[in-house]
C-alpha cells in the first residue's frame, strides 16, 4: 500500500478474528517499530510479544478498560524504563508498528494499562521498568455497530499558523 | 513510497536547505497527523506550524538542544493541555507526520522544549497548555558527517516473547 494511504486510512480496531498472526507479518510490524527513533536514540524502550491465551486473559485484567483484549490473538506491550518519561518514544514506536499492521491487512489498537502492579507479575517485568501501553494486533473481526469511526477534527481546527489563535 | 519501506527508511535528520515548503506537501503531512488517533478519540493534541524567521530563532532558545533548529524552514509545534499526559499520543501523530514526510523527500527530527516559561510568550500559548516537542521540517540539507546514521538493537533484544526475559 502507498505510505500516505496507509497512514490515512489506518483506523483503532477492537474486533478481532481469533486466528493466530502468521509469523513472518508478525516480524515485519516488529521490524518497523523497531526502526522508530528515540530521543537521542536511547533505544530504552522494549516490547514483550504475548500470544499464550492464559497470559493475554491476565493481561485483560490489568486496565481498567481493557476486559476485551484477551480477543486480540496478539498482545504487543510496549515496555520502558520508570524513570526517564519514554511515552513520546513509545508513541513513535506503536505508530509505526500499527501502520505497518494495517498495509498487511492487520487491525491494531493501542490499550492503557493502569495497574503496573498487576502488570508486572504477568510479564515478569523488573521493577525499574512499567509497561503502560500494549498493542492489540490480528486479523480484523466484523465491524462493530457500537463503535462507529472516530471522526477527526477540521484541519483548520487541529492547526494553528504562526501563533496560537483562540 | 510503500508504506513498510517509508517506515523503515525514515530516519531523523537536522540538515536542511533553506527552501520554503511547498504548501500543498506541507498539507499532506499535517492530514497525515490529523488522522492518528488519541486516547478516546479525545483529540486533545494540537500543531503549531510555524514558518517566520524570527520566531524559529526564537524558539531555538526554549530547548537545551534546539539552537540548530532555525535552519529548518518549518518548525511544527506539538501542543497538549498541562493536564492529562498526552505525550503517547504526540508520539504516534509525529510519526505519522515524519513517514508522510519522509514519504514526499522531505526531512525531518523532534526536537524537545524544555523551557516552557519561554516557549509560551513566543508562540501566545494558554497557561493551561504546554508544547513539550516539535518537529522540524525542510528540504535534506546536505549528510552531517558528526553525526552518522543512529543504529537499531537487533530484533531479538528489542522483543521479548512471551515474557520479559532478562
Redesign the interface.
Given at each position: 500500500?502507498?505510505?500516505?494511504?496507509?497512514?490515512?486510512?489506518?483506523?483503532?480496531t477492537r474486533s478481532y478474528l481469533p486466528d493466530p498472526v502468521d509469523p513472518d507479518e508478525l516480524?515485519?510490524v516488529?521490524?518497523?517499530?523497531?526502526?522508530?527513533?528515540s530521543?537521542k536514540?536511547s533505544?530504552l524502550?522494549?516490547?514483550?510479544?504475548?500470544?499464550?491465551g492464559e497470559?493475554r486473559e491476565r493481561l485483560a485484567e490489568c486496565g481498567d478498560f481493557t476486559g476485551w483484549i484477551g480477543n486480540a490473538p496478539v498482545v504487543i506491550v510496549l515496555?520502558a524504563p520508570v524513570e526517564g518519561?519514554r511515552?513520546?518514544?513509545?508513541?513513535?514506536?506503536?505508530?509505526?508498528l500499527m501502520?505497518?499492521a494495517?498495509?498487511l491487512g492487520l487491525a491494531t489498537c493501542?490499550v492503557?494499562f493502569h495497574h503496573q502492579d498487576r502488570l508486572r507479575p504477568v510479564?515478569?517485568?523488573?521493577e525499574d521498568?512499567e509497561g503502560?501501553?500494549a498493542i492489540t494486533l490480528g486479523r480484523p473481526g466484523p465491524p462493530d455497530p457500537s463503535r462507529p469511526s472516530?471522526?477527526?477534527?477540521p484541519?483548520d481546527e487541529?492547526?494553528?499558523?504562526?501563533?496560537?489563535q483562540?
Open positions: 500500500m502507498d505510505a500516505y494511504e496507509a497512514i490515512i486510512t489506518k483506523r483503532d516480524d515485519q516488529l521490524r518497523a517499530a523497531r526502526m522508530a527513533g530521543a536514540n533505544q524502550t522494549r516490547l514483550v510479544v504475548v500470544t499464550d497470559t515496555v518519561g511515552l513520546f518514544d513509545l508513541g513513535r514506536m506503536a505508530q509505526n501502520v505497518a494495517h498495509d493501542p492503557t510479564l515478569g517485568l523488573p521498568t503502560p501501553m472516530a471522526p477527526r477534527l484541519l487541529l492547526v494553528h499558523r504562526e501563533r496560537w483562540d
